[in-house]
């Protein structure tokens, strides 16, 4: 039985190989072509073509020419033409047609209309629907919320707070103080006067105080 395990572990490892090796084969290949005749070109040639070339276009063929064709140029017009007659325009004509023009037209059409309105018609209008409703209706709203609660705290006193009360006083508190008082005060002080204090008396004044005096006789 065993050789015949061994003839199947060895004959099913045969079969597997002939089926995995083909795969791995073509695997192997493919990588091999990557990485020797795809990645590694590719990179020499960046690093030792292609980067240098665009390097040198980008820095000597495009930005030069950029540099001295278009940004100059432009930043000279800016400085001394642009931004020149855009500070003119802003200081001299922009302030004087503001102030002069558009400012009173604006103040005149919009600001003092809408500040007539406001201070005549809107702001008098919200101030009766404050002064008249709003606060009325939330000075009686305060008034009734009071007198309910004043009503329930009534209902809870006399439904809960009186019932409680007299069965605290008259089912608990009566009864331990009567058991309280007769089943454990007034025993433990006749226990304390008729057992436990007539030995210790006894002891005080027949062996302790006659003890002590001996002593100090005996120091004196």
Same mark, same amino acid.
């Given at each position: 039985?065993?050789?015949?395990?061994?003839?199947?572990?060895?004959?099913?490892?045969?079969?597997?190989?002939?089926?995995?090796?083909?795969?791995?084969?073509?695997?192997?290949?493919?990588?091999?072509?990557?990485?020797?005749?795809?990645?590694?070109?590719?990179?020499?040639?960046?690093?030792?073509?292609?980067?240098?070339?665009?390097?040198?276009?980008?820095?000597?063929?495009?930005?030069?020419?950029?540099?001295?064709?278009?940004?100059?140029?432009?930043?000279?017009?800016?400085?001394?033409? #642009?931004?020149?007659?855009?500070?003119?325009?802003?200081?001299?004509?922009?302030?004087?047609?503001?102030?002069?023009?558009?400012?009173?037209?604006?103040?005149?059409?919009?600001?003092?209309?809408?500040?007539?309105?406001?201070?005549?018609?809107?702001?008098?209008?919200?101030?009766?629907?404050?002064?008249?409703?709003?606060?009325?209706?939330?000075?009686?709203?305060? #008034?009734?919320?009071?007198? #309910?609660?004043?009503?329930?705290?009534?209902?809870?006193?006399?439904?809960?707070?009186?019932?409680?009360?007299?069965?605290?006083?008259?089912?608990?508190?009566?009864?331990?103080?009567?058991?309280?008082?007769?089943?454990?005060?007034?025993?433990?002080?006749?226990?304390?006067?008729?057992?436990?204090?007539?030995?210790?008396?006894?002891?005080?004044?027949?062996?302790?105080?006659?003890?002590?005096?001996?002593?100090?006789?005996?120091?004196?």
């Amino acid at each position: 039985m065993e050789e015949i395990g061994k003839g199947l572990k060895a004959l099913v490892r045969g079969i597997v190989f002939v089926i995995y090796f083909p795969f791995y084969l073509i695997y192997k290949i493919l990588e091999w072509i990557w990485i020797y005749l795809i990645s590694v070109p590719s990179q020499w040639l960046w690093a030792n073509i292609l980067e240098p070339v665009l390097t040198f276009l980008i820095k000597y063929i495009i930005g030069y020419p950029l540099y001295y064709v278009i940004w100059l140029p432009m930043n000279w017009l800016w400085k001394y033409v #642009i931004s020149p007659v855009a500070m003119f325009i802003w200081r001299y004509l922009f302030v004087w047609l503001w102030k002069h023009i558009l400012y009173p037209i604006l103040y005149y059409l919009i600001i003092f209309p809408v500040a007539w309105l406001w201070k005549h018609g809107i702001y008098t209008l919200l101030r009766w629907i404050w002064y008249e409703i709003i606060v009325v209706v939330a000075r009686w709203t305060g #008034i009734a919320i009071s007198w #309910i609660f004043r009503m329930i705290g009534q209902a809870l006193y006399y439904a809960l707070w009186i019932p409680l009360k007299w069965i605290t006083v008259n089912l608990v508190w009566i009864p331990l103080k009567w058991i309280s008082l007769n089943l454990i005060w007034i025993p433990s002080r006749w226990i304390y006067h008729h057992i436990i204090a007539p030995p210790f008396r006894w002891w005080h004044y027949h062996v302790w105080k006659p003890t002590a005096k001996w002593f100090g006789d005996i120091f004196e």
